[in-house]
């Protein structure tokens, strides 16, 4: 059996001491524990992304392993879309699980914040059309600290990551749920007609390395949450990455940092955008810019480190990792 836990830094693990103390590997030991039997465990979370991520990423890998069972981690990093894209984003994820296995197996996991925002109500409104589970995490731990069994500060170290204790605590929320819940007996309706008009046809990633360069750029490594990325990187005012690309869609994920740069960008020589990628926390990558209304047909996108930069940032270090697109 695959079993595959896709979203974002909760599910990567982070504010844990270490990946055997976060909620997906205590999960997946409970599992394990549980089941008796072969289980293939794959963790896909990666910091800093929502459901648009994810729908264009799974492909990757569920051509390897067909899933049989998928928790879905989200409600976080969804929070930050307006709501109809949530409601764009998190069915087509959804849907594009059903294409690789009309009978798999999915768990909707709606993880809490310190301002209790996560975006639970929005998916749960897509989970209940595809008769999805749901394990509302959000709702049980502000009803533990509204009990006054713990407070936000013990179980986080922020606003939107747990602690071991949080870890832990989301953990034994969803363990009590999934004693109910029988693998066998989980029936989603992968034949139910979308509620959204927008669907991704062919979704997927084009990788730095089909672009093309001008200037002085080179391929680097990063070192995130002890988990390496590598992304196409200068810092030298002028230089240029021109791509060309299919379909409706255009996403850029690149490196957020204290150091980072701007990119100014030209879409079919006509629209014009900059990118800022400063931010004051620790680096990650992250997707840029949701251009979901683009004519269809063939595209071209240029970006040019600009001569500018964020006042606070203290430098003009620009690294892309790739693109998501929709081929059509």
Not at 15 to 25: F, I
Not at 27 to 37: A, F, G, H, N, Q
Not at 112 to 126: E, L, V
Request: hydrophobic fraction near 35%; aromatic fraction near 12%; charged fraction near 25%.
């Amino acid at each position: 059996m695959n079993i595959y836990f896709v979203g974002g830094s909760i599910t990567e693990g982070a504010g844990a001491s270490k990946y055997e103390n976060s909620y997906a590997a205590l999960v997946s030991k409970y599992l394990k524990d549980e089941y008796k039997e072969n289980l293939n465990i794959i963790n896909l979370g990666a910091g800093g992304t929502g459901s648009n991520f994810g729908v264009f990423r799974i492909s990757q890998y569920f051509k390897e392993k067909r899933p049989d069972v998928v928790f879905l981690e989200f409600a976080v990093n969804d929070r930050i879309f307006p709501l109809e894209d949530i409601n764009i984003y998190y069915e087509n994820l959804i849907i594009e699980i059903f294409k690789w296995n009309k009978e798999v197996k999915i768990v909707s996991l709606e993880m809490p914040t310190g301002m209790s925002d996560s975006c639970s109500t929005a998916h749960k409104k897509i989970a209940y059309h595809y008769n999805i589970p749901v394990i509302d995490v959000q709702d049980s731990v502000w009803k533990e600290i509204g009990s006054d069994k713990y407070t936000w500060n013990d179980i986080s170290i922020d606003n939107l990551h747990p602690n071991d204790m949080g870890h832990k605590t989301y953990c034994q929320i969803i363990i009590e749920v999934l004693k109910n819940l029988n693998f066998g007996e989980i029936e989603c309706w992968g034949d139910k007609k979308p509620t959204t008009n927008y669907i991704l046809r062919n979704p997927g990633i084009k990788s730095y390395e089909e672009c093309t360069f001008y200037g002085n750029w080179i391929e680097k490594e990063v070192n995130l949450n002890n988990k390496f990325s590598v992304g196409a990187m200068t810092e030298n005012i002028g230089d240029c990455i021109e791509i060309n690309f299919k379909g409706r869609y255009l996403s850029v994920m690149a490196l957020l940092s204290k150091a980072s740069g701007i990119l100014e960008c030209i879409l079919d020589d006509k629209f014009t955008f900059k990118l800022d990628l400063y931010m004051n926390n620790e680096e990650y990558f992250s997707t840029l810019i949701n251009l979901k209304d683009i004519e269809d047909g063939n595209h071209n996108l240029l970006m040019k480190l600009s001569e500018n930069r964020n006042p606070e940032s203290s430098g003009n270090k620009i690294i892309i990792g790739g693109f998501l697109v929709e081929e059509g």
